[in-house]
């Protein structure tokens, strides 16, 4: 028994040594993204504003990150595989799950919202198993991906800074923008849609170039 825990101990390190710089910065994508996460949930208990502002600026600083583990990725020239699949990690949880969750702390709790909102994370987790799955073929033999097929999931801290400004000018739950609307016994809030359009625009098959 003694023989294996240390034998598991010494796998677990091994994968820590194996990180590159840009995985860490990676790492710091989904800190931000979970952050974010607590920070909407908390405001669902306290209903204090600031909590809203606290996970938009999360997931702004998420993107950061986002965009920083490329450029040190590509200044150390170490690119991974497992690499690869950290960021698309992270950016499901601070690109999908953070925005639909703050859309509903935001209001957007009826069930068509709930429905959209799903929606908007399944496009996100599918647009980036797509892009996985594609990546060598879009590339063409180089190390870099030439243009993306559908917008990118973190396109949607688009939707971040409208919720930002909903929230800072206190367009709230019954406040919401757009207002609501009920059918059949449920209620929409019609500025959900903004989430189904940015689904939609990522499972596109709109070649966008890669800057």
Known sequence: MMHSDITSKKKRFSMI?????ADWVTLANSVCGTSAL????TYLQVRNVKHILYACSLILAALFFDILDGRVARWRQKTSVMGRELDSLADVISFGVAPALIGYGCGMQGLYDRIILVFFVACGVSRLARYNVTAETLSQG????KYFEGTPV????FLILILALAAWSGALHE????GEISLAGFTLHPLVFIFAISGSLMISRIRIPKL
């Open 17 to 21: 040594r194996e990180f590159h710089l």
């Open 175 to 178: 406040n919401l923008w757009l």
């Open 38 to 41: 607590f920070s909407i949930m």
């Open 142 to 145: 180089s190390d870099k991906v």
């Open 154 to 157: 973190p396109v949607s801290i």
